[in-house]
T-cell receptor, first 114, second 115 residues
Framework: EAQVTQNPRYLITVTGKKLTVTCSQNMNHEYMSWYRQDPGLGLRQIYYSMNVEVTDKGDVPEGYKVSRKEKRNFPLILESPSPNQTSLYFC?????????????FGPGTRLTVT | AQTVTQSQPEMSVQEAETVTLSCTYDTSENNYYLFWYKQPPSRQMILVIRQEAYKQQNATENRFSVNFQKAAKSFSLKISDSQLGDTAMYFCAFMLTYNAGKSTFGDGTTLTVKP
């Protein structure tokens, strides 16, 4: 089954404690992205990756890091989380080779930073 | 840079009736995709419909159809015969054809279907 998985699904942490949210896709997609969703603000793109070792900033990259060492994985790293990073996070993957560009989303990670 | 605007934060419709959700966008590019995604209370993002900018014909998927006006940069979603399961937040999204990674979403419209 084609899918994007994220872990953990829920996370409560404290300010300044480094954390990583993992994302994996099994569709061999070249593109992967991270979004955050906040009430009234829709989905805002944090970072995206065009392929292994190639990443670029989205609209709200401050306070986040990403890496793409393998095509299937795209972890999101918060090195020093702050309360304003409390949000719902989505990972997505996509491809422009099939001519659809459709994004497949993971189930989301609810992060609370106290 | 691209922008996407959804001017209706909330809408409601009676079951079996038709509703139209609005979306406008701004871009200087010619080759792009537009999408409508549905997010039910489960929070899962589900693709509803896709439109390629070079196609003049409006996309249709069962009860869902779009009115794509490229010159006006407008991309509305029409839901016919609304069902209770259509209750969700709907997002309009823009993506360049040659870059399936960079995407811009609108703020969303919460649709409630009333019995």
């Amino acid at each position: 089954e084609a899918q994007v998985t994220q872990n953990p699904r829920y996370l409560i942490t404290v300010t300044g404690k480094k954390l990583t949210v993992t994302c994996s896709q099994n569709m061999n997609h070249e593109y992967m992205s991270w979004y955050r969703q906040d009430p009234g603000l829709g989905l805002r793109q944090i970072y995206y990756s065009m392929n292994v070792e190639v990443t670029d900033k989205g609209d709200v990259p401050e306070g986040y890091k990403v890496s793409r060492k393998e095509k299937r994985n795209f972890p999101l790293i918060l090195e020093s989380p702050s309360p304003n990073q409390t949000s719902l996070y989505f990972c997505a993957s996509s491809s422009d080779l099939a001519g659809t560009n459709e994004q497949y989303f993971g189930p989301g990670t609810r992060l609370t930073v106290t | 840079a691209q922008t996407v605007t959804q001017s209706q934060p909330e809408m409601s419709v009676q079951e079996a009736e038709t509703v139209t959700l609005s979306c406008t966008y701004d871009t200087s590019e010619n080759n792009y995709y537009l999408f409508w995604y549905k997010q039910p209370p489960s929070r899962q993002m589900i693709l509803v419909i896709r439109q390629e900018a070079y196609k003049q014909q409006n996309a249709t998927e069962n009860r869902f159809s779009v009115n794509f006006q490229k010159a006006a940069k407008s991309f509305s979603l029409k839901i016919s015969d609304s069902q209770l399961g259509d209750t969700a937040m709907y997002f309009c999204a823009f993506m360049l054809t040659y870059n399936a990674g960079k995407s811009t979403f609108g703020d969303g419209t919460t649709l409630t279907v009333k019995p």
